[in-house]
């Protein structure tokens, strides 16, 4: 079965305390990226990747770090976790280079930062 | 720059009438125009997409949407909701070249027994 799989699904942590979230992909996909989901606010994304080792930011990078080792993988890294990341996180891939492809969204992980 | 705007944040909808969820967007150039349902506690998966030809366009679940240049418009409609459509909608948007999605700031859909 096709599908994006996040981990965890829910995580409360303390301010500064460095954590990853994972995202793993089974489609081929060349295009990763991380949303997060904040009410009234909608997805904004946070970082994108192309393909392997080629990342960029997003609109909301500030705070957040990804890396692009292998095809399937790209995990979410927050050195220095503060309360205003406390969100709704998703991670999601669409194959190939065209706008026109459908993105593919894993579970999410609600992230709490007390 | 892109952008997309969903004045309504909720809906709420009797069973078995009409809706209409409204989505306007910005661009520069031409467009790709989505919508993505979410329902509690999942991720987001795809309704319906335009990307060229047909302006109206049929996705899963009974819905539709009309892809109107004119207005900037891309509306999704549904003749009859049930129970299980109950979830948050995402307007999205993205241009030729360039594989970010923007998404607008969604709208909950209440469908009322």
């Known amino acids: 079965e096709a599908q994006v799989t996040q981990n965890p699904r829910y995580l409360i942590t303390v301010t500064g305390k460095k954590l990853t979230v994972t995202c793993s992909q089974n489609m081929n996909h060349e295009y990763m990226s991380w949303y997060r989901q904040d009410p009234g606010l909608g997805l904004r994304q946070i970082y994108y990747s192309m393909n392997v080792e080629v990342t960029d930011k997003g609109d909301v990078p500030e705070g957040y770090k990804v890396s692009r080792k292998e095809k399937r993988n790209f995990p979410l890294i927050l050195e220095s976790p503060s309360p205003n990341q406390t969100s709704l996180y998703f991670c999601a891939s669409s194959s190939g280079w065209g706008a026109d492809t459908e993105a593919f969204f894993g579970q999410g992980t609600r992230l709490t930062v007390v | 720059a892109q952008s997309v705007t969903q004045l309504d944040s909720q809906v709420p909808v009797f069973e078995e009438a009409p809706v209409e969820l409204r989505c306007n967007y910005s661009?520069?150039?031409?467009?790709?125009l989505f919508w993505y349902v979410q329902y509690p506690n999942q991720g987001l998966q795809l309704l319906l997409k335009y990307l060229s030809g047909s302006t109206l366009v049929k996705g899963i679940n009974g819905f539709e949407a009309e892809f109107n240049k004119s207005q900037t418009s891309f509306h999704l409609r549904k003749p009859s909701v049930h129970i299980s459509d109950t979830a948050e909608y995402f307007c999205a948007v993205s241009v030729f070249g360039n594989e970010k999605l923007t998404f607008g700031t969604g709208t909950r859909l209440t469908i009322i027994p």
């Open positions: 661009s520069s150039v031409s467009v790709y």
